[in-house]
């Protein structure tokens, strides 16, 4: 079984926050990791996608007075928006009677949707974490030496622990058949499955390229304006990453265009049929496919005061990854699939523009060695150990 870090992460939430929200995808391990902080604490489970769970919350002042001294998990939370308005009276209550943290934990498969239902009701009695999929030092921890299965298949549970590549990618044909025909719909958005389809597979063969709207809405017949909103949405529903530029006054003239990420790497080789990994090597798509699947893992290990951003200027200085601080310490973090990493004149160029701290090249290998000027190639888990210590 993997161990999920995060789970010490909401157990910490719960001991100084009266409700935390955890959100992810759908399928993403939400549930399992509830499941288990609910054995261990005496917790109360609803999943809001259940008939009797939901009718239990119809009342949920009387539900909670049944169950005032355990802590409450809602699943699939988004779909009650106009209950966070009652739960902010019933936190407030029980902070009156000495109860001021771990009252309820929140599910939800959708991120700026549940931020602004809850944003203004819970302002001060939330905590927000995201649950990425199972990350290269959760799966190594279990199955060291499979790195190239964890990039193949993505960090979906399911999909990654699947019993063959064939099983795996079925899992994942469905689940993006899934999303596209039930759960998007049922978020509101009313958007014919085949278009929205489309678009996720041309964001996957242009993944990690600058997000070009003009370029899209010819592709797909339609404004740029209605591209940026399907952008929009599958940013919120936490499967695209939209990676913004570092923008900085050094006199440089910046690309100001973020970059676009399927956020999965299974699901990208998914959308792409890329179904096993010599299909994968053989792909043009494989270096850009690292890439993002190299991004995905550094950042779910990142500290909450940290902001991802990449640099590149019209003149060819660039870094794929920077990572900012609070107190506006920068590292910078150059990706190379191969395991005799080179680095080009543009990440030279890119440094002396942003002075960063320190400087990293995340590579294929797994040892960690010095390349000059203040530069250390490292493998994937090395960076995300040094992150998890920061």
């Known amino acids: 079984m993997v161990q999920r870090r995060i789970e010490k992460e909401i157990e910490a939430a719960l001991s100084w926050s009266a409700a935390v929200a955890l959100m992810g995808p759908r399928q993403v391990g939400k549930t399992t990791i509830a499941l288990n902080i609910s054995a261990a604490s005496n917790a ?18 009387a539900f909670h007075q ?16 106009e209950l966070f308005t009652d739960l902010r009276g019933i936190i407030d209550q029980e902070r009156r009677r000495g109860h001021k943290f771990g009252q309820f934990l929140f599910l939800g498969s959708a991120s700026m ?18 649950l990425h999929g199972i990350d290269a030092l959760e799966f190594g921890a279990v199955l060291p030496g499979k790195m190239n299965q964890l990039w193949l298949r993505g960090g979906f549970p399911e999909s990654l622990l699947a019993s063959s590549d064939t099983t795996s990618i079925a899992w994942r044909v469905n689940f993006i058949r899934t999303y596209l025909e039930r759960d998007i719909p049922l978020l509101g958005p009313r958007i014919p499955a085949i278009t929205l389809e489309r678009f996720w597979t041309m964001l996957a063969h242009v993944q990690g390229g600058l997000f070009n709207a003009s370029m899209l809405a010819r592709s797909l017949e339609v404004d740029s304006t209605t591209i940026s909103r ?39 080789h998914a ?34 005061n940290a902001r991802p951003y990449f640099y590149r200027t019209a003149h060819g200085a660039e870094i794929d990854l920077i990572i900012e601080f609070s107190g506006q310490e920068k590292w910078a973090i150059e990706i190379k699939r191969s395991t005799a990493p080179a680095l080009s004149k543009g ?38 150990e040094e992150l998890l210590q920061y």
């Open 44 to 61: 109360v489970y609803l999943d809001l996608e259940n008939r009797v769970d939901f009718q239990k919350i119809q009342d949920i002042a």
């Open 66 to 81: 049944e169950n005032q001294d355990r802590l409450i998990i809602m699943d699939e939370v988004q779909r009650v928006p």
């Open 113 to 130: 949707d549940l931020l602004k239902q809850s944003g203004e009701s819970l302002a001060g009695r939330i905590a927000y974490l995201e």
């Open 230 to 268: 399907y952008l929009d949405l599958m940013v919120d529903l936490l499967l695209v990453r939209r990676l913004q530029p570092w923008k900085t006054n050094v006199g440089k003239r910046l690309v100001k265009s973020p970059k676009i990420y399927v956020r999965d790497s299974g699901i990208t």
């Open 271 to 304: 959308l792409l049929n890329i179904r096993s990994y010599n299909d994968l090597l053989g792909h043009p798509i494989a270096g850009s496919s690292w890439e993002g699947f190299v991004i995905e893992n550094i950042l779910s290990t990142i500290p909450a």
């Open 347 to 384: 990440f030279y160029l890119a440094c002396e523009d942003i002075q960063p701290e320190r400087r990293f090249v995340v590579y294929a290998g797994q040892d960690k060695f010095p390349m000059g000027e203040n530069i250390t190639a490292i493998p994937l888990q090395g960076i995300m």
